[in-house]
């Protein structure tokens, strides 16, 4: 089955500063890579996503990449704020399911 | 328009009870899955439903969990004989259709389960 692994686990930036979070998969037949934003006592959102036909994809300051050859993606937030700070989770779409990173704790600082 | 919810938010459970947790989809999304989150880790995938056919249960961790759905609506995962290494939030999430463009899975809030 696919495998994710997700880079690194915290993450400390100042405010303004860019973060980058680095996810691998094992599975070269994966063909969705979603990104999620979970908040303290709140359920996993979905933030930005990108399909394996487009290289990369950006939503304001949240862009996404994604190499199939070396098959890894990265989400990169730009000029960060405060509500930036939460856990961030990928996940690679095989077989109908979604098999997730075990997330990164991103702290944007003041 | 409404979103996931889940119910209850919280259950505390003695060891060796049953428990049922409850998940409301998105209107109109075919697919829900149930995922479940111990503290500080990933999101484990347990079972995942689509319209009629029948669902696959590849992630549930024992025969003391199970999960029905009626068509395309309520869910319920029902954990049996309770033990302290369920406890865990239990996620559910809903998606239009699993084929075509509509891979996006929406989640609910979760239920944290303990049990003492």
């Known amino acids: 089955g696919e495998n994710v692994e997700q880079h690194p686990s915290t993450l400390s930036v100042q405010e303004g500063d860019s973060a980058v979070i680095k996810c691998t998969y094992s599975?070269?037949?994966?063909?969705?890579f979603p990104w999620y934003k979970q908040e303290l006592g709140k359920g996993p959102q979905l933030i930005i996503d990108?399909?394996?036909?487009?290289g990369e994809k950006k939503d304001q300051r949240i862009a996404v990449t994604l190499n199939k050859t070396a098959k890894h993606f990265s989400l990169h937030i730009t000029e960060t704020q405060p509500e930036d700070s939460a856990v961030y989770f990928c996940?690679?779409?095989?077989?109908?399911?979604?098999?997730f990173g075990t997330g990164t704790r991103l702290t944007i600082i003041p | 328009g409404a979103g996931v919810s889940q119910s209850p938010s919280n259950k505390v459970t003695e060891k060796g009870k049953d428990v049922e947790l409850r998940c409301d989809p998105i209107?109109?999304?075919?697919?829900l899955y149930w995922y479940r989150q111990s503290l500080g880790q990933g999101l484990e995938f347990l079972i995942y439903?689509?319209?009629?056919?029948?669902?696959?249960k590849s992630g549930l961790p024992s025969d003391r969990f199970s999960a029905e759905r009626t068509g395309e609506s309520v869910s319920t995962l029902t954990i049996q004989r309770t033990q302290q290494e369920d406890s865990a939030v239990y996620l559910c999430?809903?998606?239009?259709?699993?084929?075509?463009?509509?891979?996006?899975?929406?989640f609910g809030p979760g239920t944290r389960l303990t049990v003492t």
């Open positions: 996940a690679a779409r095989g077989n109908e399911k979604l098999t």
């Open positions: 999430a809903s998606s239009r259709r699993t084929g075509g463009s509509s891979y996006e899975q929406y």
């Open positions: 599975d070269s037949a994966s063909n969705y």
């Open positions: 439903f689509q319209g009629n056919s029948a669902p696959d």
């Open positions: 209107s109109g999304h075919t697919a």
């Open positions: 990108i399909r394996s036909n487009v």
